[in-house]
């Protein structure tokens, strides 16, 4: 569910972006050394910073809204948090963390203010939570309805998974502990290079979960296919313009799956909302190969609206402004979401267009 939920929110940013002005923003180090809690070889890892969120009119104006009816209906992780502790994403929940690796192991880490005095009452109310205190003084909390187990670091830090073994982990990290994503280079660099760093982000560096979001794309596009073979560090090439669909699809994948080593999606929010999305490679002549692609798809796209008189769609305006370009070993797509974009969105008759 998380992943495809992950697939579906990265692929309609691959085909917009706008304006690519320098970002200055740093990992900061309370960020950067939170990374230790995580584990070392996650499927993903994302990060989200309401805090710095909440304060943006973008927020205020389209997403506060829709966050505090989502989380009176939600009855999942979060709410847990919000019934235990008052936290929640519209009020008191400042960060979030979350990583997961193939074996199902999904990491959590929560920064904020929680109300601990809640936390106890609500632990001896709520007959699906329980407690056990180990001998190095942390109570570790489990729900059992959710599959839950989660514990406070400090006072404004909560470590969660699914998994109690990850749980024990957690609790041996230390201020200064080199553990978890700081021993992962591949997977650190990729955080380090995200565009932007203070709203939100996610990277992976995993082959298959990177396979998984170029498959759902191809999957929704036409039968025609831009050709991968100039990648280098593929040999295969497309010999036949009547190979069929699969085939096509088999070939583009595998080329894609080998060439592109991370994918970054990264955001941040002000008036309006600006999103880049990264894909990392070993070196810059595969980054110009896959920017170049990305131009290609692109021009396809518009004139495919222009033939069909779709042109004047929200989703074309966008398109109009799209820039891609590339920086050593990435290639960087930009976004940027406007009122005047949400408000043609609102206002545009899908079903029946204007001709």
């Not at 406070?152 to 994503?181: H, W, Y």
Request: with cysteine; hydrophobic share 35%; aromatic share 12%.
């Amino acid at each position: 569910m998380l992943r495809r939920f992950l697939i579906f929110i990265l692929f309609p940013l691959f085909l917009f972006g706008c304006g690519n002005d320098s970002s200055n923003e740093k990992l900061t180090a309370t960020v950067r050394q939170t990374l230790s809690l995580l584990q070392e070889n996650p499927q993903f890892v994302m990060y989200m910073s309401f805090k710095n969120m909440r304060q943006t009119d973008f927020w205020k104006t389209y997403v506060s809204d829709s966050i505090i009816k989502a989380e009176s209906e939600l009855g999942g992780m979060l709410n847990v948090f919000k019934n235990a502790t008052d936290a929640s994403i519209s009020n008191g929940l400042d960060e979030i963390y979350i990583s997961n690796s193939w074996e199902g192991e999904n990491s959590f880490v929560l920064r904020g203010s929680f109300n601990k005095d809640k936390l106890k009452s609500y632990a001896e109310s709520d007959t699906n939570l329980y407690k056990e205190t180990f001998d190095d003084g942390i109570t570790v909390y489990s729900h059992r309805e959710k599959n839950l187990f989660f514990f406070l670091k400090d006072n404004g830090t909560i470590c969660a998974s699914n998994f109690p073994s990850r749980i024990k982990e957690m609790r041996d990290v230390k201020d200064t502990s080199q553990t978890g994503i700081l021993k992962n280079p591949e997977v650190l660099s990729a955080i380090e290079n995200s565009y932007f760093k203070n709203s939100f982000w996610l990277v992976s560096t995993e082959s298959s979960f990177i396979r998984g979001i170029f498959s759902n794309f191809i999957e929704s596009k036409s039968k025609s296919y831009p050709d991968t073979s100039s990648f280098e560090i593929d040999t295969n090439k497309i010999k036949s313009s009547g190979q069929d669909t699969v085939n096509k699809q088999d070939i583009m994948l595998r080329n894609l799956s080998k060439a592109v080593k991370s994918v970054c999606l990264s955001g941040k929010m002000s008036s309006d909302l600006k999103v880049t999305v990264q894909f990392g490679f070993p070196d810059e002549t595969n980054a110009l190969n896959f920017s170049k692609m990305l131009s290609g798809m692109i021009a396809l796209s518009k004139l495919a609206a222009s033939a069909t008189k779709n042109e004047n769609a929200p989703g074309m305006k966008i398109i109009e402004n799209m820039k891609i370009d590339y920086e050593k070993n990435q290639t960087r797509i930009f976004l940027e979401i406007t009122k005047d974009n949400i408000e043609a969105f609102r206002s545009y008759n899908f079903m029946n267009p204007p001709k």
